[in-house]
C-alpha cells in the first residue's frame, strides 16, 4: 500500500512568490493534516480536514496559508506571498479518522522542505 | 488547555544502555497517547499506543511505555538502546471529541558507542 506521498522534497522560493505543496494521502483515509515543523516551534498544526470537510484552519496561519482538498485523495497548501521566516519543513499526514473505542494512527509523507530567501 | 510536554529537549545515552524519554500530558480526561519516531529526513512514524487498558505498551523495536493517571504521565522505555534509535521521538495526546492530536516538542536521543 503507498503511504502519504508529497511532492516536492525540496523547494526554494523567493520572498513575495506563491507556492503550492502537494500531499496524496493514503488510499480510503478520511481525516487530513498539515503540519509545519521547525526547531524552535516543533510541529504546529496549520490545518485540518475530515471527509474534505475544512474542520482547523490553523488560527494564525490564515492569512497566507491556504489549504484545500480538491478530491479525496489530493491536497494542497498554498502560502502566498511567502516569507523568510516560512522556511521549515511541511509535513502531511492522513489517517482513518476516530471512530468507536479505537484511536487512530497518522501516517506521515516525508515533508516538504521550504527555503524562502 | 491541553498540552503535552516533553522536558528533555535532548538525551544522549551509550549504545545497550536503558533509556527513559519523559511524557507529561495535561487533558481533561484521560486521552489516547502516542508515541512518534522521525528518522532523519522522513516523516514521523508511531512507535506504540495507548487508550484505556493495560497501563504498560508494548511498541515496535523494543519500545514500551506505561501510562500513569495519578502522575499524568506518559514514558517512553527502552531496555538496551541501539545506535539506529538514534531519532527524533514525539509524545502525542488526543480526544475523539476534538478529533486531533496535541503533540510534544519532541526529544532528541542521541546515542554513542
Known sequence: DAGVTQTPRHEVAEKGQTIILKCEPVSGHNDLFWYRQTKIQGLELLSYFRSKSLMEDGGAFKDRFKAEMLNSSFSTLKIQPTEPKDSAVYLCASSLGWGGASAETL???????LTVL | AQSVTQPD????????????LRCKYSYFGTPYLFWYVQYPRQGLQLLLKYYPGDPVVQGVNGF???????????HLRKASVHWSDWAVYFCAAGTQVVGQLTFG???RLQVYA
Open chain 1, 107 to 113: 501516517y506521515f509523507g516525508s515533508g516538504t522542505r
Open chain 2, 9 to 20: 529537549a535532548r538525551v544522549t545515552v551509550s549504545e545497550g544502555a536503558s533509556l527513559q
Open chain 2, 64 to 74: 514500551e511505555a506505561e501510562f500513569s493517571k495519578s502522575n499524568s504521565s506518559f
Open chain 2, 105 to 107: 516538542r519532541g526529544t
